[in-house]
């Protein structure tokens, strides 16, 4: 069975620093990963997505998400927070191998920017 | 191209009640999901339409059902409504070819309160 897991529930991070939200997975095979963002009373957005290859994924808003395999984890970063990314952020996970199964979300986490 | 369209976006409805609720996928999708987001569970998959036939489905009562048009339209349907029905209902179209890498994007959420 797949499972995502966001440790965090709240993050809170000054205006300016930068950011990580955290998440690591659980799959039989090998994952495809996404991270997803909601503002309020919104739908999710896409923000970016691993599938092979490099690493380093960089997607909108200048976020980007480390894939390691070693430790099942795939962490959003930004190098520099602004206000305006307080949201809640979710990550999901596919199994590569599990053809179209739906993807399964963590219960995200809320991203608090302090000005 | 326009997005994910779930109407209506709001609802107030009575336990004991029915309701329908409707996303139209973006033009060329064929799959559509629908979740159930809560502040305590988090997204929770519904079940999944691709081509007018139900690929996957969740962990929820007989009550909560959907359907596919020819069109890719899809509704869901909630009969016998109770207080813990109360969420927002997402709804998320992608391709679903059987490129399980591609991502879901989703409409704005109908917010269901039931009384």
């Known amino acids: 069975a797949q499972s995502v897991a966001q440790p965090e529930d709240q993050v809170n991070v000054a205006e300016g620093n930068p950011l990580t939200v955290k998440c690591t997975y659980s799959?039989?095979?090998?994952?495809?990963l996404f991270w997803y963002v909601q503002y309020p009373n919104r739908g999710l957005q896409f923000l970016l997505k691993y599938i092979t290859g490099d690493n380093l994924v960089k997607g909108s808003y200048g976020f980007e998400a480390e894939f390691n395999k070693s430790q099942t984890s795939f962490h959003l970063k930004k190098p520099s927070a602004l206000v305006s990314d307080s949201a809640l952020y979710f990550c999901a996970v596919r199994d590569r191998n599990s053809g179209n199964t739906p993807l399964v979300f963590g219960k995200g986490t809320r991203l608090s920017v302090i000005a | 191209k326009a997005g994910v369209t779930q109407t209506p976006r709001y609802l107030i409805k009575t336990r004991g009640q029915q309701v329908t609720l409707s996303c139209s996928p973006i033009s060329g999708h064929r799959s559509v999901s629908w979740y159930q987001q809560t502040p305590g569970q988090g997204l929770q998959f519904l079940f999944e339409y691709f081509s007018e036939t139900q690929r996957n489905k969740g962990n929820f009562p007989g009550r909560f059902s959907g359907r596919q048009f020819s069109n890719s339209r899809s509704e869901m349907n909630v009969s016998t409504l109770e207080l813990g029905d109360s969420a927002l209902y997402l709804c998320?179209?992608?391709?679903?070819?059987?490129?399980?890498?591609?991502?879901?994007?989703f409409g704005q959420g109908t917010r269901l309160t039931v009384v």
């Open positions: 998320a179209s992608s391709l679903g070819g059987g490129e399980g890498h591609t991502e879901a994007f």
């Open positions: 799959v039989s095979g090998n994952p495809y």
